[in-house]
């Protein structure tokens, strides 16, 4: 839920580090910080705030020089964002700085070992206390700095991703992972290394990079070596050196003001990349290859539990109705928070999808855990390549929506659906529960959707004018049936978590059975009614809501009358199969809470509180 990135070579350290915390500051905008080394000195520099509140801080008040550094943009779990508690944190001697993304779960009795020996903290972090623990046993035990960085973190009970360095031995970065991530961004001839949390910070200085595992540590030796060890046992590891595939473009804002706006408008490109070698309408063939694979798992399971957080869960509700319609097998769709603790039955006819983009998300990552453990086998539905999701499924597909920067999800929840759909529909296809004449119909729409939302993408200009009628809203409903009621979910969450108005989602008719007590007529109503889906008992709910003067903001099927009638504002989306239709109909309502966000000056790409992977529980 942190960044961390850093640099030991003969560049200067600072430019690269201040742009890898802005491509990585949607892992936690609370505070920010950088440290230096000029071979004389450090040069430490942190604050409240975001990189660019650093920027200023660090314009007044540090040098900048050096070709050693790390930095760190912040999350808070421990101590409340303020100066103080901010990375690095520098070990009591000053010899040791170190940043850290994750969480001790053991800091207090460390740390109270600590105090006992002489040791006092500024900070109320966990980090602070690792640093000292670190510094503790290399003076105690006589040893190099990654010799002691090995035996504090076989003491330590958590997750972190960790990079420190001591001042005594400049030429040298240790780092080491137990479930955050951390990439080493390996540079021309062994001559400089970056290190970094993903690879987005520096991919315009190299295309090879390590991606340590869990429980794996590297000590990076300036000009010279990266070498990669167990922590458990301190044996060497072959670590493999990938070559990124990512591109600048896709880190960047390409002209538009957010990047929200950008991932909604690249949905057409992103589902199209989805379907790439996977859709083949015209030879009747749907082909993923973690499918193929383990056909016999997916055809003999007894039922399919998914398991997510957020817009992923919303993802995995639209699956479970298309899974039950067309491959007519049972679906549970659980939070992955509630599973991992509930003591759920699962057994080895299970099959477990977790879907996740960041492929990061802690609790996912531990009901996943908890599935294998019981037997189940566990597909994922990851976007970001080689995420610690992706590594501990059994096997699983990629979305290949490209990086989602903003906090809110848009594009990897119509990929993830794109993706799932494809799934379902082979599965149907080798399980007899379709008839050939719907599969190949079903195929050609689908083909058929990139240029569909393209269109919906049209509205844009329209839906931000009705977002400006209401961006005074205090509350917000969002009401969808069957195929669309997880739509209203997501719909309502994406208003929620950028524009702050307090949003929910129902299932059209549950209206009735309590929130309609909340309409009166300052409360817009978002409804979905699209003319496949329940059209006539939903058109029902819209009446309803209009003789209790709600506003209704519809999203109909184009050429609709009826609702056009009776709603205050109606946005049109081309015609689809009703199974389909989320692809579309999510689009208007996430270009509405972008606007409404805007227009309240709101962060829209780091909206408050938020951080875009959740690596803790
Ligand atoms: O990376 P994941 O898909 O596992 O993330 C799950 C949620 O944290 C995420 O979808 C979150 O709800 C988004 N901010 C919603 O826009």
């Known amino acids: 839920m942190c960044g961390i990135t850093g640099y030991i070579g003969y560049r200067d350290a600072f430019p690269i580090i201040i742009n890898g915390l802005k491509r990585l500051e949607y892992r936690g905008y609370d505070s920010a910080g950088v440290v230096l080394y000029d071979g004389n000195q450090i040069n430490l520099s942190k604050t409240k705030g975001k990189v660019s509140d650093l920027l200023k801080k660090f314009d007044s008040d540090t040098s900048k ?26 070990s009591q001697s000053g010899n040791l700085v170190l940043v850290h993304n994750g969480i001790i779960e053991n800091y207090n009795s460390i740390k109270q070992e600590l105090i ?18 670190i510094e503790e046993i290399k003076i105690q ?13 076989n003491q330590v009970v958590g997750a972190y991703a960790i990079a420190v360095f001591d001042i005594d031995k400049p030429d040298e970065i240790i780092v080491a992972k137990l479930g955050s991530p951390i990439a080493i961004g390996v540079g021309k001839d062994l001559e400089e290394f970056f290190i970094a949390s993903d690879a987005s910070p520096f991919i315009e200085y190299t295309r090879n ?5 869990d429980g794996e540590m590297a000590i990076i030796k300036k000009r010279r070596e990266v070498i990669v060890k167990k922590i458990d046992d301190d044996t060497n590891v072959d670590a493999k050196v990938q070559e990124l595939q990512m591109n600048l473009g896709e880190i960047e804002k390409n002209g538009y003001e957010h990047f929200m706006l950008k991932e909604i408008h690249e949905q057409p490109r992103a589902i199209t990349d989805t379907f790439r070698g996977r859709l083949l309408p015209e030879e009747g063939i749907i082909k993923i ?33 298309i899974f039950e319609e067309f491959v007519r097998i049972p679906v549970e769709v659980e939070y992955a928070s509630e599973f991992r603790y509930r003591n759920p039955i699962i057994t080895e006819r299970d099959l477990v999808i977790a879907i996740s983009q960041s492929g990061e998300t802690a609790d996912t990552l531990a009901a996943i855990k908890l599935a294998k453990s019981k037997g189940a086998f566990v597909f994922g539905v990851c976007n970001v390549v080689g995420s610690s999701i992706a590594r501990e499924n059994d ?58 939302v393209e269109k919906v993408l049209e509205m844009d200009a329209k839906v931000e004018e009705i977002a400006r009628k209401y961006l005074l809203s205090t509350n917000c409903l969002y009401l969808g049936r069957g195929y669309n009621f997880p739509v209203a ?25 309590g929130p309609i007590a909340l309409i009166d007529d300052r409360m817009p109503v978002v409804v979905i009614a699209t003319s496949r889906g329940h059209y006539d008992k939903v058109v029902s709910n819209i009446q309803e809501i209009k003789s209790r003067s709600g506003k209704i903001i519809a999203v109909v099927t184009e050429g609709d009358t009826v609702v056009r009638d009776i709603a205050d504002h109606v946005i049109e989306i081309p015609d689809t199969e009703e199974a389909l239709s989320p692809l579309l109909t999510t689009i208007p309502l996430q270009l509405l809470s972008y606007y409404i966000a805007v227009m309240r000056n709101c962060n829209v790409d780091q909206p408050r509180n938020l951080a875009k992977s959740v690596t803790v529980e």
């Not at 035990?141 to 973190?153: E, F, M, T």
């Open 65 to 90: 020089v050096g070709n050693l550094g790390i930095g760190h943009t912040r999350w808070a779990t421990h101590g409340e964002p303020n100066d103080i508690n901010s990375h690095p944190h520098t």
């Open 116 to 133: 006992g020996r002489g040791y006092s903290f500024q900070s109320d972090t966990d980090t602070e206390v690792l640093v000292n623990f």
């Open 141 to 153: 035990n006589n040893v190099k700095l990654g010799k002691a960085v090995q035996i504090a973190l």
């Open 209 to 213: 990079a390590i991606y340590l595992e």
């Open 289 to 321: 290859s973690g499918l193929e694979n383990n056909m016999k798992r997916f055809l003999n399971a007894e039922r399919i539990i998914i398991v997510a957080c957020g817009t992923s869960w919303h993802a995995g509700l639209v699956a479970e109705y």
């Open 395 to 452: 096997s699983g597909v990629y979305t290949h929506a490209g990086p989602e920067i903003g906090v809110a999800s848009t594009k990897a929840f119509t990929t993830q659906i794109t993706v799932l759909t494809l799934m379902a529909l082979r599965l149907a296809r080798a399980k007899g529960t379709m008839t050939s004449a719907d599969y190949r119909m079903y195929l050609q729409e689908m083909e058929r959707i990139p240029a569909k």
């Open 489 to 513: 979910l997501e719909g309502a969450l994406k208003l929620k978590e950028i524009s702050y108005i307090h949003a929910e989602g129902y299932p059209a008719a549950e209206m009735k059975h």
